[in-house]
């Protein structure tokens, strides 16, 4: 186990991190990136990303990531593999566990751990995410131009991603397990009333075909009658089960926040575990939580636009917010001393 101490952490390499460690690298903050279990973060699950400014061609997520990673490193930011598994954020500094056993030291943290989004267990979705299988319709609705395709969900994000897809889409087929839906009324109306979109009730969806090269093809349906219907298949009860072409599917069946390492601490988040961020004195946006030092950006204080750029914007936010705090921050080797006296026999 080693220990050691920094001016500024940064968890998650993902967008926002990678955004973060520029700017605090560039301010001869030395940032420190863990990279979590997910190095690059959800980018790297994509294939192409045609929305981000600066790329007329569009740009892989595994090479935008990259890039930030390069960027980065080349004004002499740090990366390390490890999770925050634990947090003391009571006092200075703040003291980070992590999945390798380490415990590191820090004078502030920018919390850039984003969002995952839920999958639902289908046969080759491992395969086929970035590859017709996607999570966001912002990000990948456009790809479908034409095409037929399925979203996953009874909740209002799966009526928005459906009323978005049917933009570009053929059609569009919305499979929800039960008879009923959990997205507002007014949600549900839209999208019913929409001429594109249809229901498939106590369905959901088994398998996905095709391939890294064809992408998406098509899909294997399951429906029971009374709802449910995969529980039903395992437990051995007859199911209907239907293959049908599709051009695309979109998983809309909520995101996990990342933020579990936080409970027992004073950073404020939402029921879903959504960080709030506070407003200055002006009533202007910042980074800043509710703990003094820790600050977050990206997806992770964003359950509304959860975008590669909004996630880079928040990124140099934070870092900024981080330079001011330590800027004015007294007595620093003080309170790092008196860590490593607490700590070391
Ligand atoms: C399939 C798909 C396609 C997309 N396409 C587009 C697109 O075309 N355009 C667009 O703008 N957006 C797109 N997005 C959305 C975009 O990827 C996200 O908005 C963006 O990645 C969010 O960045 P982030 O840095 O906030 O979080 P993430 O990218 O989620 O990164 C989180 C990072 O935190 C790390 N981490 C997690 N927990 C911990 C912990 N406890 N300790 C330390 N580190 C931790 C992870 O390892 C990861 O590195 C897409 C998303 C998906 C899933």
């Not at 990303?49 to 990673?69: A, S």
């Not at 850039?112 to 912002?138: F, H, Q």
């Not at 933009?167 to 839209?190: G, N, P, Q």
């Not at 204080?301 to 990124?315: F, H, M, N, V």
């Amino acid at each position: 186990m080693t220990e050691d101490s920094h001016d500024l952490v940064i968890a998650g390499s993902g967008v926002a991190g990678l955004s973060a460690a520029v700017y605090a690298a560039r301010a001869d903050l030395d940032p420190l990136v863990l990279e979590g279990d997910e190095p690059g973060g959800q980018l790297t699950l994509t294939t192409d990303v045609e929305n981000y400014l600066g790329f007329p061609d569009g740009v892989g997520g595994m090479d935008l990531v990259q890039r930030g990673k390069e960027q980065a490193e080349q004004f002499g930011a740090q990366f390390r593999y490890g999770r925050i598994e634990d947090a003391d954020l009571d006092g200075q500094p703040l003291e980070l566990s992590l999945s390798t056993g380490d415990t590191i030291f820090t004078r502030s943290l920018i919390v850039a751990t984003g969002a995952s989004a839920r999958w639902v267990g289908a046969e080759n979705e491992d395969e086929l995410m970035g590859y017709g299988l996607s999570t966001c319709a912002t990000c990948d609705g456009a790809f479908h131009r034409g095409d037929d395709v399925l979203v996953v969900g009874g909740g209002d994000s799966a009526m928005e991603e459906a009323l978005f897809l049917a933009k570009f889409a053929d059609s569009v087929t919305v499979v929800h397990r039960r008879e009923e839906l959990r997205a507002s009324e007014i949600m549900v109306d839209r999208a019913r009333e929409h001429d594109d979109i249809h229901f498939r009730w106590n369905t959901e969806l088994e398998a996905i075909h095709g391939s890294q090269t064809e992408g998406v093809t098509g899909v294997t349906l399951v429906a029971h009658p009374e709802g449910y219907p995969r529980e039903k298949a395992e437990s051995g009860t007859n199911v209907e089960r239907e293959t049908v072409e599709m051009g695309g599917v979109f998983y809309a069946v909520g995101h996990t926040p990342n933020t579990q390492f936080l409970d027992g601490t004073g950073v404020e988040r939402d029921d879903s575990g959504y960080i709030f961020t506070r407003t200055d004195n002006t009533g202007r946006p910042s980074a800043h939580t509710a703990v003094d030092g820790v600050f977050a950006a990206g997806d992770i204080a964003d359950p509304r636009y959860r975008q590669a750029i909004t996630s880079a914007g928040t990124g140099s936010m934070a870092a900024l917010d981080a330079e001011e705090f330590l800027e004015a921050l007294p007595d620093a080797d003080e309170s790092m001393a008196t860590a490593s006296a607490e700590t070391v026999p």
